[in-house]
Structure formats: C-alpha cells, structure tokens
C-alpha cells in the first residue's frame, strides 16, 4: 500500500469520525436547530446529556431543596394548589404528593393517538427545555427521560385536550405517567401498562419532588414536536411539489418564459426566486419545454408558480424561525433563577406564539394543494393536444377523471381546517386562566392539512406521467428519471382500473423518493 493511499484512509477516516461526532445529540446549551433535529433523527444516534446541562440542573435542584427549607414564601405550584387553587398553601409533607396528584388529575387526554415519531420529539424537546437550568427538575428525573428516548419508550399520548397556553397540560401528563409507573406505553411496539416497565427494564418508579411535576406538565412540548416535524415534512414536500410542477408544465406543454430569472429580480422575493429558479433547473434539458409554443401565455396555476409556492416557501421559513426559538427556550412555570436568588411565576408556557405561525402554516401548505389540483383540473381538460381524462379511449374509460374528484375534495377539507384556531379562546380554571391560544388544535390541524398536501401532489404526479406519455418528445432529465422508476411500480394507464391502489403506491413512492 503506498503512502498516498494509508494518507487518503486515515483522512476518511478522521472524516467519517467527526461526520459521527457532529450527528451525535448532546442535549447542552447550543442552539438546536430543525436542521440538526433532523439530521439526529435520521441517524439513529442515542441521546445524552452535556456536562453543561448536567451541571445546570443539579445547581437548580439544590438551590430549590434549600429554598424550600429555609423559606416560609408561597410559590405557585410548589407548595400551593394549582390554577385557581393558587392561593391554597400545601404543607411540607404534602409537596412531593402535590407534584404526583398533578401529572395524574391533568392526564385527561382523548381522540386519536399522537404518532409514535412524535412522541419521540417531544421527549426530545422536553429534555431539551428542562436543560437549561430553570425549572427545578431532578438529574435522575430527566436522565429518565432520556431513557425513554434511547429505548424507544413512548408514552401514549391523545391528540385531544391541549388548550396550548398552560403549556400543553393534558399531553405532557400523558407523557410523564409512565415515570411514576402509570399511564401507557409502547414498548417495541407492543402497547403495555407503564407500570411493567419495572418487571420489562428494571425501572422503578420515580418520587416526584416539588415542582418536578409542574416542570413536566407547564410547556410547548405537544406544539412544538408538531411544529417541527411539521416544517421537516413542508421542507421536503415544497421541493418535490416544484419537482411534480415541473412535470406538470411539461405535461401540459407550457412556456417556460415565466421563469426568467429576470422576472423574479424585479420582484425579489425570497421563496419566488428559489421556486422559478427551482423550475428551471427541474426542466433543464427538456425537450418538450424548448419548443416552439401555440399559446402567448398559461394560465395561473402554471404561470404563477413562483409567486404561489414561493409565498408558501416565505411562510414555512418564517414560521421554522418561530419555532426554532421556541425549542431553545424554557417554558415551564414558576422560572427558577438560582443565581439571582429568584423564583418567578409567569407565563412562558402559553402557545401564542406558536398558535399564530401554526395556523399561518395552515394557509401556506393548503395553498400548495390548492393551485396542485388546479394543475390536475386542466391537465384533463382535453387540450394541449392531451385526450379528454387523459385516457386513449374516453367514454368506455373515465381515465383519470375521478382522482380529480378526490384532489378536489382534500382541498376542500384543507380550507376547512384552514380556520384559524388562534382566534378562539375559552376561559378555564374557574377563570385564572382567561386566554388560551388553542395551538394544540391548531398544530393536529396542521399535520392534517400537511398529510393531505402529500395525497394531493401524488394526484399530480399520477396525472401529470399519464400527460406525458402521450407526448412525443422528452422531458428533463430530472423528471424522465423519476418517471421511469415510477412506472416500475405503477404502469400506464393503457384501460380503466382500479385506482385507489395506484394512488396508494404513489404516496408511498413519493415519500420513499430520493430526488
């Protein structure tokens, strides 16, 4: 082996160990960023905490102890009752019972079962926020925590019964019943009583001590977890949706003329330029987009795709900026500040924030669905040289005329769910708690309207590479690739058959692509 070669592997391999390295999440007090969230989540790396956060947290518990021992002050939720039961002093003895009667009264969740990867987030944000040194958890209480998260030990959680102000109560309850050895959860998939993770792990149940119940309780935990994954999945769908786009302009034999960077210069935003520029690098090479066109102009759902997605691309950027400061933030109550000698109660757990971006999320991720299924409606139409429904024998064969039908209905669902939830409040707590942000409703709304925008793209792609097989000349390179290793899964639609299955296949074949 000569030097040059034993050079090349001892570089690699100093590589492979700090791409490791960087992949490797250690819950300290850096910035942690959607990206890096991502980037964690798909390798798979188990979780620890930084010397930083270990020593943060022991400080906050000792200075509490003492505080408690020293001091004959109230402090909401430590050694008083909860909500309107604020002004109700609670005895010594009866502190550490306080903090378990809470996470079992406020485990009042219902409806569907959250999904299991987002549980997992929100054990991840939820040792995130506790890290920092401000809410007066036990080491050994939130290492648990992080047991749960290494051993994929995920609490069963409801979507229902989050007004997503005094943090995300009913979820979060749900999320901590298993440390006491109550509640739910799946263990390698199998559903068991939290009680049996003693006889399964070995794991006792643990002694909440003051406050530990309200540090598990009070925070954006539920919200956030949506949030991001929410922004994740946007990311994502935005640049296949410009890829099924360029399809579609393609399919329909449109000008490519829109997408002149310098349209987009005059009119500089930032999602409108990445989109055009986006089109462009999608369909270059293509046959079909360089020759000459009968029409002067497109109509807008083509034409205008770079201020439409582009919007939407603005809106999801703004909206990841949110929650990024949010995941790097404390937002259970009462705050303990050890060094200034403070215990604060305020409001750090309500959702505003998030309520508002979710439900502009909302907006953003419908519109790409809705201008999506104007592309279908016209794809149909029996111009461009395309056959009606695009089927080669209309009449006898509907072709693709119902998945239209379908499209037309989610998008209809979308703009439903699409009423913003941050515009309703209800007073709870016998009125102590007087406004809500309903951003737990408007985050299961979100991720609903998101999944839908996944169904609705696949129409498109469905559509728009049954259009192009009636066209004689090619695509881009970019788009005939994907279409190719479509068509091994799903073949041209030659007579009329049942095509809920090849819709079916689609979305999993878009969610699997790599592009």
């Not at 490791?20 to 942690?32: A, D, E, G, S, W």
């Not at 935003?269 to 055009?276: F, M």
């Not at 703004?318 to 933030?329: D, G, H, L, P, R």
Request: aromatic share 6%; hydrophobic share 40%.
């Amino acid at each position: 082996m000569t030097k040059s070669v034993v050079t090349i592997k001892l570089l690699n391999n100093r590589i492979d160990s700090t791409i490791q390295q960087f992949l490797k999440m250690q819950i300290n007090h850096q910035t942690l960023t959607i990206q890096k969230i991502f980037q964690f989540i798909e390798s798979g790396e188990a979780l620890s905490l930084s010397k930083e956060s270990t020593q943060a947290i022991k400080k906050c518990r000792v200075y509490l102890d003492e505080k408690m021992q020293e001091d004959g002050t109230l402090y909401y939720g430590i050694n008083t009752g909860f909500g309107s039961l604020c002004d109700v002093e609670i005895s010594k003895d009866e502190i550490n019972q306080l903090q378990e009667n809470l996470v079992m009264s406020h485990a009042c969740g219902t409806g569907e079962e959250v999904p299991s990867h987002l549980v997992k987030l929100m054990l991840l944000l939820k040792i995130q926020s506790l890290s920092y040194g401000h809410s007066g958890i036990a080491l050994s209480t939130i290492q648990r925590l992080v047991d749960f998260y290494n051993h994929d030990v995920l609490p069963v959680i409801y979507t229902l019964g989050s007004l997503g102000a005094s943090g995300d109560l009913a979820p979060l309850a749900h999320l901590s019943l298993p440390l006491i050895g109550m509640g739910e959860v799946y263990l390698k998939g199998e559903k068991i009583a939290g009680s049996l993770l003693e006889k399964k792990l070995n794991w006792k149940p643990l002694k909440l001590q003051s406050k530990e119940g309200l540090a598990l309780l009070n925070g954006t935990q539920f919200m956030s977890a949506y949030g991001v994954q929410l922004i994740i999945d946007a990311r994502r769908t935005f640049k296949l949706g410009n890829l099924i786009a360029a399809a579609s302009l393609d399919a329909y034999d449109c000008r490519v003329d829109p997408f002149n960077a310098l349209v987009h210069q005059i009119r500089p935003h930032s999602g409108q330029l990445e989109t055009a520029a986006l089109i462009l690098k999608n369909l270059a090479g293509s046959e079909i987009a360089v020759q000459v066109k009968k029409q002067v102009q497109d109509p807008y759902s083509f034409r205008c795709i770079p201020q439409v997605h582009g919007a939407s691309k603005d809106a999801i950027d703004y909206v990841a900026s949110v929650f990024e400061t949010e995941i790097n933030s404390v937002t259970d109550n009462p705050n303990v500040f050890p060094d200034e000698d403070l215990i604060i109660s305020a409001g750090n757990f309500h959702g505003q924030p998030l309520a508002l971006a979710l439900d502009y999320l909302k907006l953003a991720l419908a519109e790409l669905g809705n201008i999506s299924e104007r592309r279908v409606y016209l794809m149909l139409s029996g111009n461009r040289n395309l056959p009606t429904y695009l089927s080669s024998l209309p009449g006898l064969n509907s072709g693709m005329m119902i998945p239209q039908y379908t499209a037309a209905s989610i998008v209809s669902k979308n703009k439903q769910l699409c009423t913003p939830a941050s515009a309703d409040s209800v007073p709870s707590s016998n009125g102590q708690e007087d406004h809500v942000s309903m951003g737990a409703n408007g985050a299961v709304q979100c991720y609903e309207i998101s999944e839908n925008l996944k169904r609705i793209i696949g129409i498109e792609w469905m559509t728009a590479a049954q259009a192009l097989s009636f066209r004689k000349e090619k695509s881009s390179k970019v788009v005939e690739t994907m279409k190719i290793a479509y068509r091994k899964v799903v073949p041209v639609l030659e007579a009329d058959r049942v095509l809920y299955i090849d819709m079916q296949i689609t979305n999993d074949f878009l969610a699997a692509y790599k592009f």
